[in-house]
């Protein structure tokens, strides 16, 4: 295959898998979700056949966590992301904390060097944001009391991964130097200094002059009547905010793009700048599965089966664990009760395009909270 097409046999071949893995997922009542990180397990470099390109498909995935997260901040206003934060930073922190401890201490059995066994722990405790939001997608549940505990769960351990992915390098070389040397934690606390300032320029910057630039510039746009230019226009905001956020001050992309959206949940065009976004956002998420399945090698379940066992544990139930203890000693509540916004639409319009004020709409749509 000539090396100019791996685009779009990359795009292809990864979506049309997908769709027929998903479909047959669906069919057997299981989550489409694993039919894709199936096609993606069929086109990576582990198995016989096609192998899709390894770097532009995690490019492609990131326009997709980028159009997501867009979207679940066009859904969040800074006031119902404030209202959370008292219980997901110290909720995140502890649980990332737990998480790198038993990381930490299954590196050590498996005879790993400590700065291996702290980045292995480091990824175990952050949790997939993709994943998490797409259950709660589905369900219904993104603009609910516990959704909004999520999201902001998620945005803290995105916070703290910003944090850490600056200073383990920093912190592997103090470790490896001569501990009579004091240069070591300089640098550690300088870099911490840095970074922690940077992603606080970044949040000025956006809650200070975003919230009034972008509002104004969709609706400049809107004002044209073009449905072309308007679309255009949110996609270059959602995915140029995100590009400038992790060029200018190190922030991720997902963090970027969810701030992006979040200054512009206070304009009543939100919702459909969320619906403009919808399908692409749709088509490359599918695409981040993909590139998810194509990092896995099925060898590995053989090779080291005890391992990754022992992984899994940790991931479902030793995080599981954490986040259930938080949440009582937060006192609440952890019944699946009904709280300000978990009463589902039985209009099932909502999951496929977001509400729109009129007539048409149905009552239950009418009654959301639109900020």
Known sequence: MPHDTSLIATIVIGLVLAFILGAIANRLKVSALVGYLLAGVLVGPFTPGFVADQTLAPQLAEIGVILLMFGVGLHFSLKELLSVWSIAVPGAIVQISFATLLGVGLSELMGWPLTGGIVFGLALSVASTVVLLRALQERRLVETERGRI???????????????????????????????????????????????????????????????????????????????????????????????????????FALGAFFAGMVLSESELSHE???????????????????????????????????????????????????????????????????????????????????????????????????
């Open 150 to 252: 999520t999201v902001g769960w998620l945005i803290v351990e995105d916070l703290v991964m910003v944090l850490a992915l600056v200073l383990l390098p920093v912190f592997a070389d103090f470790l490896v130097s001569d501990p009579e040397e004091a240069q070591g934690a300089g640098e550690i606390v300088l870099a911490f200094v840095i970074t922690l300032g940077k992603v606080a320029a970044f949040m000025a910057l956006m809650l200070i002059g975003g919230r009034r630039l972008i509002p104004w510039v969709l609706h400049y746009i809107s004002r044209t009547g073009s449905k072309e230019l308007f679309r255009l226009g949110v996609l270059a905001i959602s995915l140029g905010v995100a590009f400038g956020a992790a060029e200018l001050f190190d922030v991720s």
């Open 273 to 371: 700048a969320a619906a403009e976004t919808l399908p692409l956002r749709d088509a490359f998420a599918v695409l981040f599965f993909v590139s998810v399945g194509m990092l896995f090698d099925p060898s590995v379940l053989i090779r080291d089966f005890w391992p990754v066992i022992a992984t899994f544990l940790i991931i479902a139930f030793g995080k599981s664990i954490a986040a259930f203890l938080i949440v009582v000693a937060f006192r609440h509540p952890i019944s699946n009760g009904t709280d300000g916004f978990s009463e589902p639409c039985a209009d099932r319009r909502v999951l496929v395009h977001p509400c729109r004020a009129g007539p048409g709409a149905s009552a239950c749509c009418r009654n959301r909270r639109t900020t």
